[in-house]
T-cell receptor
Framework: GNSVTQMEGPVTLSEEAFLTINCTYT??????LFWYVQYPGEGLQLLLK?????DKGSNKGFEATYRKETTSFHLEKGSVQVSDSAVYFC????????????FGTGTRLLVSP | DAMVIQNPRYQVTQFGKPVTLSCSQT?????MYWYQQKSSQAPKLLFH???????NEADTPDNFQSRRPNTSFCFLDIRSPGLGDAAMYLC?????????????FGPGTRLTVT
């Protein structure tokens, strides 16, 4: 079946540090891949997405590249801010049929000043 | 701004007392979803509507029901809430059901069961 595996958290960084949150997936065919962010007490917001191999999604300084050869979609940011503290969810939708989002377990990011 | 709105943001109900959560959208999307999210977990899909077609996930308890009276509104009814139903309930929409269409989430309703 389809699944998403994320690195365990929390990830604790100092402001301006480089961020990587690993995400790998298992799926048949060519799923679409997403990163969602959830700030404390709020719903999920789409951060970025990629719909085919080698696509790079980017938004607000975050980037992730769809790597089919390694089945990965790692999230990166060159310089994190305190305001980036949140839970990040990697997710996929399978390539056919009902567009069900399959989420990873989420990774909490804590950025200190 | 087009958006997904959930009311109330916080809801307290008593054990066994029916409760209804509300979701509305101004995006004119065809699909509406309800998720349950417990603390420190990923959201879990309960069911979705594609237009008026209702689709229940296989493991969604019968205690949970939903109504979609029109394109803009969708309701989640919990007939007899138990302590284990305390969670954040998220409503989401998408334009269609193709894999490339992202889902837009509301801010959620946090349900407490006393």
């Amino acid at each position: 079946g389809n699944s998403v595996t994320q690195m365990e958290g929390p990830v604790t960084l100092s402001e301006e540090a480089f961020l990587t949150i690993n995400c790998t997936y298992t799926a048949t065919g060519y799923p679409s891949l997403f990163w969602y962010v959830q700030y404390p007490g709020e719903g999920l917001q789409l951060l970025l997405k990629a719909t085919k191999a080698d696509d790079k999604g980017s938004n607000k300084g975050f980037e992730a590249t769809y790597r089919k050869e390694t089945t990965s979609f790692h999230l990166e940011k060159g310089s994190v801010q305190v305001s980036d503290s949140a839970v990040y969810f990697c997710a996929l939708t399978r390539n056919t049929g009902f567009q069900k989002l399959v989420f990873g377990t989420g990774t909490r990011l804590l950025v200190s000043p | 701004d087009a958006m997904v709105i959930q009311n109330p943001r916080y809801q307290v109900t008593q054990f066994g007392k029916p409760v209804t959560l509300s979701c509305s959208q101004t995006l004119n999307h065809n699909v509406m979803y309800w998720y349950q999210q417990k603390s420190s977990q990923a959201p879990k899909l309960l069911f979705h509507y594609y237009d008026k077609d209702f689709n229940n996930e296989a493991d969604t308890p019968d205690n949970f029901q939903s109504r979609r009276p029109n394109t803009s509104f969708c309701f989640l009814d919990i007939r007899s809430p138990g302590l284990g139903d305390a969670a954040m309930y998220l409503c989401a929409t998408s334009r269609n059901m193709e894999r490339t269409y992202e889902q837009y989430f509301g801010p959620g309703t946090r349900l407490t069961v006393t």
